[in-house]
Nanobody
Framework: VQLQASGGGLVQAGGSLRLSCAAS????????VGWFRQAPGKEREFVVG????????YYTDSVKGRFTISRDNAKDTVYLQMNSLKPEDTAVYYC?????????????????WGQGTLVTVSS
């Protein structure tokens, strides 16, 4: 399984971005997908995850109400819509896939990782 994250960029505070995570290798609805982020000098942290079917999701508190995860299994793509962005959202965002179909928020349970896409939010 290979994951390709895209959609990062520079945006002003209050703006929006949509990240995409395209998977190849047949993940479809059998894999849950998560987004993580890593700010300079900090540990990589869980942001949001979605189940294989897309029916369940879990958000870390700091992004609830601002970020929305969705997936299109026909396209093997997961999206992260990020609204009301804040400077503290600045980080490299990584998507990851787990062979567990349920939502996973533990970094160690993800099996495949994308290369990351940089999101910079200016104040």
């Amino acid at each position: 399984v290979q994951l390709q994250a895209s959609g990062g960029g520079l945006v002003q505070a209050g703006g929006s971005l949509r990240l995409s995570c395209a998977a190849s290798g047949g993940t479809s609805s059998t894999y849950s997908v998560g987004w993580f982020r890593q700010a300079p000098g900090k540990e990589r942290e869980f942001v949001v995850g979605i189940s294989g079917s897309g029916g369940s999701s879990y958000y870390t508190d700091s992004v609830k109400g601002r970020f929305t995860i969705s997936r299109d299994n026909a396209k093997d793509t997961v999206y992260l819509q990020m609204n009301s962005l804040k400077p503290e959202d600045t980080a490299v965002y990584y998507c990851a896939a787990s062979r567990y179909s349920a939502v996973i928020n533990s970094r160690g349970l993800y099996d495949y990782w994308g290369q990351g896409t940089l999101v910079t939010v200016s104040s």
